[in-house]
DNA sequence: TGTGCTCACTTGACACTGCAAGCGAAGCTC
DNA sequence: GAGCTTCGCTTGCAGTGTCAAGTGAGCACA
């Protein structure tokens, strides 16, 4: 395992993790490993389509005339606006999203979830949720969920803003 | 936010999340995103590594002769051993790791942590459990870092074995 | 009006990753 | 001990990500 128990030899004395810390830490950077990569997994096998990409539509589906601007759909999917326009454009050649010029205002360029897009989302949101719900509420008693949650805001809180991206309980 | 609850026209008919679990699935795929990124960017930032070659490292660190096997320390360190031959290359080219035939298999080959990689680890070791500390503990509770070791131990028993990768439980 | 700035986004260069094919070393069978 | 298979690792290639530079629309102020 990665040192995080005190090395033989340590320059300065920060506060090591305790046995329990270690532990906690090792089930946590696991989960951080490998729950994302199942989760890319099935809708990769399912539905061909990267978690991000997948995000980005059931983002789109949600708004309103299925259109958003460029930048806000990133926020939303807690991408860059490069690893978004990349992903529009792979979408876009499979025809499930196209761009369009805001009329009112030609600086930001709007993302539309076209029919095929909806029915994508609408075909492959089952399955995904399904998955979640197997690999997370499950495996977990009630009372782990609602920890989970507010053990996330936490962790959240504590990075801090990410520049550009939503602030700390923003559900937007 | 992406489609978690039930959309308007539904084919199946799974488990939609209720508003709880979609609260925690925010919460968790939030951490999810940018905890591993907040790691990785302290990492980058105050010694020029990425996570997963400070985990190649660090492990090594703990290895007897500071020595292993390459894919013993893929395993450990949650990579394919496509990722950690590119990493030993790159942590090689800075003098870090070198690579050695294993004398009793010309078939393995062995890792092994110069003295300069050794002091590499020492060096960086101390800021990167503060900053777990920081983003992890420091902001939960006691009881709340024990459950989440539970919680992580939970879900990775959901996800199961990888394909040539730890089993469950095996701290190793 | 025009010059220059900012803003939202895209694009080019480059880095990292996984898949699958390739490689040499061991082991197995005869 | 020749030939095949298996094993552990590396490598070519394609895909996806970031950073920084580029583009074009709007805005501000002379």
Chains 1, 2 share one sequence.
């Not at 490069?82 to 360029?109: E, H, I, M, N």
């Not at 009630?142 to 602030?167: E, M, T, W, Y």
Request: glycine letters at 6%.
């Amino acid at each position: 395992m990665p040192r995080y128990a005190r090395p033989v030899e340590a320059p300065a004395e920060p506060r090591w993790l305790d046995d329990d810390e270690s532990q906690s830490w090792l089930a946590l950077a696991g989960m951080l490993v490998w729950l994302p990569d199942a989760l890319d997994a099935q809708l990769q096998r399912d539905a061909g389509l990267s978690h991000f990409e997948y995000q980005v539509m059931a983002m789109l589906s949600m708004s309103p005339d299925r259109t958003r601007r460029m930048s806000e759909v990133a926020e939303l999917a807690n991408g860059s606006l490069t690893r978004l326009s990349r992903a529009v454009d792979r979408l876009s050649k499979r025809g499930w999203v196209c761009r369009r010029p805001d009329p009112t205002d030609g600086r930001y360029t709007l993302a539309v979830l076209t029919d095929a897009g909806w029915d994508k989302v609408v075909q492959t949101a089952p399955g995904h949720v399904a998955e979640v719900r197997r690999l997370v509420f499950d495996p977990l008693t009630k009372a782990q969920a609602r920890q989970l949650s507010d053990i996330g805001a936490r962790i959240q809180r504590a990075i801090g803003p990410r520049d550009g991206c939503a602030p700390p309980s923003s559900g937007a």
